[in-house]
């Protein structure tokens, strides 16, 4: 299983795909909670929903660094190596986001947001 994660071709891409998702669920949830009840998405909520949303990124590009790269020269091992690092450079700006995303929640009231 592990092996044809590494082979496929969507894995060194994980990292953009699983950390924009990740950063557009912690947005959307925490904007959804403070929108519904500014009470209940206090702190802790932001930081439990923050983390969790931080392990996906982080998961993300976890499987871009660890994609496979072919041995054979050529355009599709450039292909593949320029795909894992936009992967793992995307899953770090998302996780940088989500992280200012937490702080915020920790600093400002949730009913002053």
């Not at 894995?11 to 519904?36: E, I, K, M, R, V």
């Not at 929903?49 to 660094?65: N, Q, T, Y």
């Not at 770090?92 to 992280?99: D, K, M, V, Y």
């Amino acid at each position: 299983m592990i092996q044809r994660l590494k082979t496929s071709p969507f894995a060194p891409w994980a990292g953009l795909y699983l950390g924009a998702a990740a950063w557009f669920l912690h947005h959307q949830t925490g904007s959804d909670t403070n929108f519904w009840d500014c009470r209940a998405a206090g702190g802790a909520f932001t930081v439990g929903v923050g983390l969790v949303c931080a392990l996906l990124a982080v998961g993300g590009g976890l499987i871009s660094w660890a994609a496979a790269v072919p041995e054979a020269q050529g355009a599709g091992r450039q292909y593949r190596e320029f795909a894992r690092w936009v992967g793992m450079a995307g899953a770090a700006i998302f996780l940088l986001s989500i992280g200012f995303q937490i702080l915020a929640g920790v600093f400002v009231p949730a009913c002053w947001r």
